[in-house]
């Protein structure tokens, strides 16, 4: 089964060709990694998945990407705001909204017209367990969340955005602003949410995505060079090119 | 390179090291001199506002001592029979009302204006609208209490011709409140423009990625977030509106009973009684009784940004600890 199905995906940012002749399939309730350098065109291909690329000016897309089987992202007929509450996305660096604990994770919710109490509390809570945070936060949710360590913080972005129960999970370099060991939790969290939902991560650390995917795609130049499953990329990679990113020679 | 040029090489370096530490040293003493200064500046004032103001309520002050609690309480000011009666109490309330009510009828416009020239407006009209809103701040005061004069009072009395309510040609608390909301209009916006473009842009696409629309992105985070910027643009706005003296006395009427709670009656605010017949009085009680009127305005002013404070606290939904 296919969360995604990339087509010949070709996205200019004004002149700049960022994305070139895309294809590419993502597995449904998998850890799929996309590594390459910086500019590589990764994240704007994760940007993609959710349409957050609608956002910036000039940009043009060509190509299709399907969701479940056969609904193109792109088309009309697709609400965007529905779109989004079905494909989370956690960004780089923590970026928790200043309220409470709690009117954070339940924000998307109420962005829905949610308002009843209890199922606001019930989502919350379960959210939070999913995220692993919960324990460290349930006598605190009135807290403001800023007062959260970055790896708390991060754990409820992750939160915040489960809570609207997304079939999908974007990544983009999650772990980059966080210690090792707020790292490895989050990490550990990814593998326990993979059963329940589809996850997409963009990462620079090729440790990372050999550790916690199932599938890697390699990006180079906003290229496409190699996907498969992430033992093979690592191990017997197909292109001389991936060969030497993984090995380090350039990155 | 041998041993002595090694020597002299390190001692320059020395001596360079030793310079940039004493620098320093100096400039942290400049810096907190200038701290010391301004901070000295508040005290000296109030230092010798209050110690003028509250001669008029103590004995050593003789015959003409006046009692704090008439003072505090009084609904007249007349300090033009005699004996002279002076009672503070209803322009404590005027004034409250004046200002509040400018402040009721300009925030709310001047953060919805911060917020299209922050978030909404294409960048030259932003351009355009923020020097707008400069020029706005950098009108003197008299210039605003002339166009009040010659403007605002006669839409007042228009309006107030319209309900059959005599106006005094228009001077009256409406005019004084509509003239301090448009001279507090730039302090707020200015305030919360800058407030909101200095909002975590990570934050806006947070909320965007979580289905949220850009209203209800701009509504519920960037203002949110914006809070406290905001809040000080209202608490200076506010400080203009209760300290604005000149164009306030243009259009005040300055009553000599009340409170009023007309808004198309004359009023008399705190500055317009510190303000009016200054020029008249010499040395005595008349002039003394301003000082204790500007330490009612001191107090009014530190008490509403005390309010501020704790409206602040509780918008937004952030419990602050």
Known sequence: MLAF?????????????????????????????????????????????????????????TGKILMKGDVEIRDPSVDVVKLRTDVGMVFQSPNPFPMSIFDNVAYGLRCQGIKDK??????????????????????????????LSGGQQQRLCIARAIALEPSVLLMDEPTSALDPIATAKIEDLMQSLKQM??????????????????????????????????????????????????????? | MDRKEKKTIQAKLDSFHSRKLWQDKIMKRIFQGSALLAALMIFFISYFVISRGIQPFLSSYGDEQQSLIAFISGNRWRPDIAPPVFGVGFI????????????VLSFPISVLTALFIAKI??????????TIVELLAAIPSIVYGVFAAGTITGLVKDVGDIFGINT?????????????????????????V????????????????????????????????????IFAGLALGLGRAFG????????AGNRMIGPTWNPFDITRTLTSTILSGMHETSPGLDYDMRFSVGIILLLVILATNFMIQVIKRKVGGVTHE
Not at chain 1, 126 to 145: F, G, I, P, T, Y
Not at chain 2, 169 to 183: K, P, R, Y
């Open chain 1, 5 to 61: 199905k990339v087509e010949n995906l070709n996205l200019w940012y004004e002149d700049n060709h960022a994305l070139i002749d895309v294809s590419m399939d993502v597995p449904r309730n998998q850890v799929t990694a996309l590594i390459g350098p910086s500019g590589c065109g990764k994240s704007t291909l994760l940007r993609c998945f959710n349409r957050m690329n609608d956002l910036i000016p000039k940009t043009k897309i």
């Open chain 1, 118 to 147: 209890k199922q606001l509390s019930a989502t919350v809570e379960r959210s939070l367990r999913q995220a692993a945070l919960w324990d460290e936060v349930k006598d605190s949710l009135q807290r403001n969340a800023l007062k």
């Open chain 1, 197 to 251: 939902y589809t996850i997409v991560i963009v990462t620079h650390s090729m440790s990372q995505a050999a550790r916690i995917s199932d599938q890697t795609a390699f990006f180079l130049l906003g290229e496409l060079i190699e996907a498969g499953p992430t033992a093979e990329i690592f191990q017997v990679p197909k292109d001389k090119r991936t060969e030497d990113y993984i090995s380090g020679k350039f990155g």
């Open chain 2, 92 to 103: 404590i309330i005027n004034t409250l009302l004046t200002s509040l009510g400018a402040a």
């Open chain 2, 121 to 130: 407006a294409p960048p030259k009209l932003r351009a355009v609208l923020t």
């Open chain 2, 168 to 192: 005094y040609g228009g001077n009256s608390m409406f005019a004084v409140i509509i003239l301090l909301a448009i001279m507090i209009f730039p302090t707020i916006t200015s305030l919360s």
């Open chain 2, 194 to 229: 800058v407030a909101i473009s200095a909002v975590d842009r990570s934050l806006e696409l947070g909320s965007i990625a979580l289905g949220a629309s850009q209203m209800e992105t701009n509504f519920k985070v960037v203002l949110t977030s914006a809070k406290s910027g």
């Open chain 2, 244 to 251: 604005e003296a000149t164009a306030v006395s243009m259009v």
